[in-house]
Nanobody, 114 residues
């Protein structure tokens, strides 16, 4: 059975921080690259960051130096630490494999006010 459950989104002011979490089923998580994706209002879902099964990471240019992706392989949990948030970071954040598996969770809403 597949599940992806994102949490941690909120309404924050610009400059603030949030930590997103994603609980995943082991058949999705174990040994796979995992990523965070963002769907901004009126736009297509896009990759924000991904991480290998170990510690190799990639970040979209717009979030480099502000966001940190990490994972806890013992807990099948993916994290995204977001600092110095900007209004353009607003959107629904999803986790998934990278490249993504066909199933998506419900996502978690992040809204950054100016």
């Amino acid at each position: 059975q597949v599940h992806l459950v994102e949490s941690g989104g909120a309404l924050v002011q610009a400059g603030g921080s949030l930590r997103l979490s994603c609980a995943a089923s082991s058949n999705i998580f174990s040994g796979n690259f995992m990523g965070w994706y963002r769907q901004a209002p009126g736009k297509q879902r896009a990759l924000v960051a991904h991480i290998s099964s170990g510690v190799i990471t990639y970040y979209a240019e717009s979030v480099k130096g502000r966001f940190t992706i990490s994972r806890d392989n013992a807990k099948n949990t993916l994290y995204l630490q977001m600092n110095n948030l900007r209004p353009e970071d607003t959107g629904v954040y999803y986790c998934n494999m990278h490249p993504p598996y066909g199933y998506w969770g419900q996502g978690t809403q992040v809204t950054v006010s100016s």
